[in-house]
């Protein structure tokens, strides 16, 4: 049984779900959950294994750094290739809750590349899922100033190669993180999570 964050459990592990099952030759499930919630089950012995966003370093847990995610501004209206201050004051933005990873790193790339701060933009609602967030960009009104958020670039892939989602970035900064597999140090010579762990560690390197 994984733990996984909302765009991880989301997004990326359903690529290779079947993958690992075949792998394993085991069933897998999947709880989703945030990346604080995923290491709550990983004590509690509810997972097997953790994939969070963010390292929240506990005490008998080993933490691998997994593959690099990128964080991107989107719109269902195209957007500036880089964006600049007066453009981010301008949108209608549609908000990751304040205790989110991503805001975090949002508000700290914005910090890091000298623009306003995003508790200063126009915002018009705040959501605590990328799906939930993908969705209410995907269908807001294109006959206003473009309503747009941040999310992993894995949440909406398929909407920018259709053509219904557009992304742009920062002028001076990439907004990149590492994910993290996350087990138990007891479980460090355990078969199984080695097992899976090595299959995670060749998804990481295509």
Known sequence: IFGASNAIGNYILPTFLNDIKEKIDNDVSVNISTSA???????????????????????????????????????????????????????????????????????????????????????????????AIVQTVLHSSKDTSPTVSIVSTHAIEDFVKAGVLFETRLPSIKMKRKLYIAYLKEKKHDAFVDNVISYLMTVKNK
């Open 37 to 131: 919630e995923a290491i709550e089950e990983l004590k509690d012995k509810k997972v097997d294994m953790a994939l969070i966003e963010s390292p929240i370093f506990e005490d008998g847990i080993i933490y691998r750094e997994w593959i690099e995610d990128e964080i991107v501004i989107f719109s269902n209206q195209k957007l500036p290739r880089r964006i600049k201050n007066e453009d981010l004051a301008s949108y209608k933005w549609v908000c990751r809750d304040i205790n989110s990873h991503t805001r975090r790193v949002f508000k700290e790339a914005l910090e890091a590349s000298d623009m306003h701060d995003c508790d200063t933009f126009n915002v018009v609602s705040e959501a605590s899922s990328p799906t």
